[in-house]
């Protein structure tokens, strides 16, 4: 063990272990989550190093290991879906699976969208594996859903939907799993008896069940990408291609043709608002396992000097703190916002189940806005972490440029981030009501406090400044009267209404307020929702140093939008001045506690695959070892100097 990383573990002024179970949710959630972590040491998921591999060598490997999870889980008797969650995101480590969307996406929308028949039919068939599925909506040309071209015209006579991909741009374009599935839920217009009825599911087989060839129907793989190499995100063109009419999903067809109205139309969007929800919790999963690199790395590594002594550990320097600790505060951030948006999916979901869709538009507005704030941030956090380990962050043995690479893609699938921010409709509408007079219930509610508390944008100088900048009551209120920035958003709308614009040019021409007011709910939502996790924590060490990291987070939040606040008369010019001092003194709080804090993460070491964040700390060696396991270094004479150099 690196006597450094010995020395801040001893250091620590909290139990790591509890806070561990803080973060799972309780101890004996921890203990499974170790127990499936075991896993790991299973010889048939020793792998290569997928940075040594070619794009097919990696997606070969896998797929045999998607095949093994499979078959572990079934030998293993794991069926509950948080624990298959949890074994699958231990074994695939920093990249994704091949059979990835079948999971996610095919599932889900099976569960969600199959009448009792289908349920019947395909479940078995899906939750076996025989059919791999996937979920086929975005094309070349579009995204947009009301865009998309695809279309599912009914045919009476022999009961079946045609399908077909009337155009280029129509072709489907990104699926995962073009290669692996054969099936797809796809996405299409439907017209029945000469009319459109808009977007619908539909199952579409893709391949022979035997021979895995395809059935008359182009797909395939659109080629290498960024990152997401596992993954053979695919193309779809479909020539009328006939389905019996049994395989629309919630069967909104009769027979004669006749079309059924769903409760709401957007339940066919269910599967896409589950993933956006999800991708809160994968947000503070990768920002936690980026800080854990940087910061134990910062720990061991010793660069250069403050004073004329022994070279210091570089977590010593003030900027490495700057960079790194308000990461951290928002790995904590975050995590609490993702237990938040799973149990809020997952009530919410429940009464849409139960035929309650009174929440659905805001759940939607939520998870959209936190899916695009929270991997927004964790996407420049990455790159924060990576540059903060220096040159040595720059190899992929560092595993910071795969986090990154997997993970930036989140900014655009499920809802490109502009575009999720820009379905702050619903705050604009929420604003209208409040000021109308109407009682706005949940998240939303403190726009109900609008008029009384004259909630909007005053010069400095109007507003007395109350807020005591080391009490986070005050700050989460100061994030709290940011966010009436919808109000500027709605103004923008109104104003340019007045000057004769179309409501949709007004939106356009208001779209950057619409985005910032977004972005500062958002923000008020990570702040508060923090905070009010603190009252839940009895243990005074955690609590203290969980508070710590939350003034930290809520001040660096602050000082990186002090316009807004300023402008809104929230915080004055010395207490503006104050804050820098304030963050300063909170970093020197957080450093004996900052290993510790990555710690309580708990990443095993091969998940979280990085020679800089080794839990031992014994960084150099096995960077050199690493480096001789590259391919290159198979001869000592590499073949180009007999072909080229010679
Ligand atoms: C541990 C977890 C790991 C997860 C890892 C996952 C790895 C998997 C890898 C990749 C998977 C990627 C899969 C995909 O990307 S699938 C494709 C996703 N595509 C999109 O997300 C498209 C985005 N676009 C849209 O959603 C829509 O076009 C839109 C921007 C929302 C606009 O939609 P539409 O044209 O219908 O709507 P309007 O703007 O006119 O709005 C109409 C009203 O409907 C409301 N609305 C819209 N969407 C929803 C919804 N989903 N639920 C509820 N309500 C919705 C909207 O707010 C409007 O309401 P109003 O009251 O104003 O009428
Ligand atoms: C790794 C990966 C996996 C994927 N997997 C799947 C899958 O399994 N199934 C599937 O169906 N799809 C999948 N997709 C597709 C993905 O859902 C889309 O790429 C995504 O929805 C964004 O759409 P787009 O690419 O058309 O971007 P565009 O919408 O063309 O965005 C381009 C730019 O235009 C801007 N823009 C667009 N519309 C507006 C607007 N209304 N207002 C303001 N600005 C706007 C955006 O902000 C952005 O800056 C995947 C994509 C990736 C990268």
């Known amino acids: ?364 507005a939520v998870s959209a806005g936190l899916k695009a704030f929270t991997t927004w941030t964790t996407n420049t956090g990455i790159e924060v972490c990576r540059m903060s380990c220096g040159g040595h962050g720059y190899s992929r043995s560092s595993a910071l440029p795969d986090l990154y690479a997997e993970f930036t893609p989140t900014c655009t699938y499920e809802g490109e981030n502009t575009v999720m921010m820009l379905q702050t409709a619903y705050l604009v509408k929420s604003y209208r009501q409040a000021k109308a007079g109407e009682q706005l219930r949940g998240i939303m509610s403190y726009l109900n406090d609008m008029e009384q508390r004259h909630v909007r944008a005053h010069p400095a100088s109007a507003r007395p400044a109350l807020v005591d900048i080391n009490d986070l009551s005050d700050l989460v209120e100061s994030y709290k009267l940011r966010a009436a920035l919808v109000e500027s958003a709605a103004k923008s709308i109104q104003q340019e209404l007045q000057k004769r614009r179309s409501h949709e040019d007004a939106w356009n021409n208001s779209a950057i307020d619409l985005v910032k007011a977004s972005d500062a709910h958002c923000h008020y939502m990570v702040v508060k929702l923090f905070t009010d996790k603190l009252s839940e924590i009895g243990d005074p060490d955690i609590n203290l140093v969980l508070t710590t990291l939350a003034q930290l987070y809520a001040l660096h939040g602050i000082a990186l939008n002090s316009g807004d606040f300023l402008q809104a008369g929230l915080l004055t010019v010395p207490q503006m001045q104050q804050i820098p001092v304030r963050i300063k003194e909170l970093l020197c709080l957080i450093r004996p506690n900052a290993v510790a804090l990555v710690d309580a993460f708990d990443f095993p070491d091969k998940v979280l695959s990085s020679v800089l964040g080794r839990y031992d700390g014994n960084v150099y060696e096995n960077l050199f070892e690493w480096a001789r396991r590259s391919p290159l270094n198979a001869t000592e004479v590499h073949e180009s100097f007999h072909k080229y150099l010679k």
């Open 1 to 364: 063990m690196n006597p450094d990383i010995v020395k801040e573990r001893q250091n620590a002024s909290f139990d790591v272990q509890k806070l561990t179970y803080i973060l799972d949710g309780g101890p004996e959630k921890t203990k499974r989550r170790r127990e499936i972590s075991l896993v790991l040491n299973d010889p048939d998921f020793d792998e290569e190093d997928p940075n040594f591999l070619s794009r097919s060598e990696r997606y070969e490997q896998a797929v045999r290991k998607s095949a093994q999870m499979i078959l572990k889980l079934r030998e293993y008797g794991i069926s509950d879906p948080a624990e298959i969650n949890c074994y699958k995101s231990v074994v695939r480590g920093n990249f994704h699976e091949s059979l990835g969307l079948h999971y996610v996406m095919f599932l889900p929308t099976l569960y969600s969208q199959c009448d009792q028949e289908q349920s019947k039919k395909w479940l078995p068939l899906a939750t076996s594996f025989e059919v791999l599925g996937t979920y086929a909506q975005t094309e070349l040309g579009h995204t947009h859903l009301r865009g998309l071209e695809t279309t599912a015209t009914f045919d009476p006579t022999t009961q079946e939907f045609v399908l077909n991909s009337p155009t280029v741009t129509s072709i489907k374009w990104w699926p995962g799993a073009g290669k692996t599935s054969n099936h797809a839920v796809v996405l299409a217009q439907l017209y029945t008896r000469g009319k459109c009825h808009g977007l619908h599911a539909f199952i579409v087989q893709l391949r022979h069940m035997d021979t895995h060839e395809p059935l008359p129907i182009l797909v395939g793989d659109i080629g290498p990408k960024f990152g997401f190499s596992e993954v053979d995100n695919g193309f779809l063109k479909l020539d009328h291609v006939r389905i019996p009419r049994e395989n629309m999903l919630m069967k909104h067809v009769e027979p004669d043709g006749r079309y059924v109205k769903p409760a709401s139309a957007k339940l066919t969007y269910g599967t896409m608002v589950f993933i956006r929800s999800l991708l809160v919790g994968l947000s503070a999963l990768v920002m936690a396992k980026s800080c854990t690199i940087a910061i134990r790395y910062s720990a061991v590594r010793h660069q250069s000097e403050i004073r004329s002594e022994p070279e210091p550990q570089i977590l010593d320097y003030q900027t490495q703190q700057y960079k790194l600790f308000p990461l951290l505060a928002t790995a904590y951030a975050f995590s609490f916002v993702g237990q938040y948006m799973t149990e809020t999916y997952y009530r919410i979901s429940g009464d849409i189940n139960q035929g309650d869709l009174s929440e659905l538009p805001e759940l939607h």
